[in-house]
Antibody, heavy 118, light 108 residues
Framework: EVQLMESGGGLVQPGGSLRLSCAASGFTFSNYEMHWVRQATGKGLEWVSGIGTAGDTYYLGSVKGRFTISRENAKNSLYLLMNSLRAGDTALYYC????????????WGQGTLVTVSS | SNVLTQPPSVSVAPGKTARITCGGYNIGIKSVHWYQQKPGQAPVLVIY???DRPSGIPERFSGSNSGNTATLTISRVEAGDEADYYC???????????FGGGTKLTVL
């Protein structure tokens, strides 16, 4: 059974940092592109960052330079290091997988909540 | 940036057909994917590559894409179809992965 389990969310002050993790199981992690997608309460889906099977990385313009995506295939894990957090980064962050570039996201985790507030 | 425009809401009576559109410049030359999201749940893929259905998705769900509009069609709508629906494309020229704003489907 495919599973994606996010962790690491919480309450952080503006300007602070958090590191999100996503533990994958039930599939060959190294064969998939992985993504972070966020959703503010009551709002739509917003793609944040992605990492390819070769380690190539992609970022939403507003997080470039502040967020860093990485993966550790030996541990079947995906990470998102978030620095200089802003109130606008407050959202539920989903870990998601895609078989390849241009394909659909075919499985999503349940999300971890990040709240940026003083 | 690549903007995908969806109507905020669509309402339909049970048993009727719902059509949810996703507008974008030349979207017909891109592959469009559709997701269903019910309250408190993660999104679920319902249509990929414009017209294909993942296993487990009812045949009542179908898609089309041409010109500047992609469409998700849900036939014989059921109460359980009530959800938010999002279209999505890949666009290497901007943010690689782009979602539409979402459409809330209400079953009357």
């Amino acid at each position: 059974e495919v599973q994606l389990m996010e962790s690491g969310g919480g309450l952080v002050q503006p300007g602070g940092s958090l590191r999100l993790s996503c533990a994958a199981s039930g599939f060959t992690f190294s064969n998939y592109e992985m993504h972070w997608v966020r959703q503010a309460t009551g709002k739509g889906l917003e793609w944040v960052s992605g990492i390819g099977t070769a380690g190539d990385t992609y970022y939403l313009g507003s997080v470039k330079g502040r967020f860093t995506i990485s993966r550790e295939n030996a541990k079947n894990s995906l990470y998102l290091l978030m620095n200089s957090l802003r109130a606008g980064d407050t959202a539920l962050y989903y870990c998601a997988r895609a078989p390849d570039s241009s394909t659909a996201i075919d499985f999503w985790g349940q999300g971890t909540l990040v709240t940026v507030s003083s | 940036s690549n903007v995908l425009t969806q109507p905020p809401s669509v309402s339909v009576a049970p048993g009727k057909t719902a059509r949810i559109t996703c507008g974008g410049y030349n979207i017909g030359i891109k592959s469009v994917h559709w997701y269903q999201q019910k309250p408190g749940q993660a999104p679920v893929l319902v249509i990929y590559y414009d017209t294909d259905r993942p296993s487990g998705i009812p045949e009542r769900f179908s898609g089309s894409n041409s010109g500047n509009t992609a469409t998700l069609t849900i036939s014989r709508v059921e109460a359980g179809d009530e959800a938010d629906y999002y279209c999505q494309v890949w666009d290497s020229s901007t943010d690689p992965l782009v979602f539409g704003g979402g459409t809330k489907l209400t079953v009357l």
